[in-house]
């Protein structure tokens, strides 16, 4: 039997919700190292921002200026190429430790894993 549940991809707007994010996949995932978070480039461009997109229960999205973040050493890089747009959606490593700057630029077409919030 089957039972959809309304959720999505973690949307990180405060410093409350990275800390949540990172206990859980610090202390609870052992299969993954990567994993999406909703954010991506304004705009198809190297220097664009990221921001948070949010899907509603009715199908609407809705796009959150990105005044939190919590970038790796580095990151965002867009692959080291500043020409083109490599590197359009965020995710974030398991953390090594509940402190671990986390957060990575990387290919919307990556094949990595996802946890969602509801």
Known sequence: ????????VPTVLSITTVTV????????????DQFWLAGSRVEQ???SPFIWTYQTREDDTVYYPM???NWAPGQPDN????????EACLAMMK???????????VSCGEKICA???Y
């Open 21 to 32: 994010v990172r206990h859980v996949l610090y202390t609870g995932v052992d299969s993954c």
């Open 79 to 86: 692959a080291g190429d500043e020409s083109s747009v490599r």
């Open 95 to 105: 953390p090594t430790s509940p402190n671990t700057k986390s957060w990575f630029d």
């Open 67 to 69: 005044s939190y973040s």
């Open 45 to 47: 461009s190297s220097i």
């Open 1 to 8: 039997m089957w039972v959809y549940v309304y959720a999505h």
């Open 115 to 117: 946890i969602c919030e």
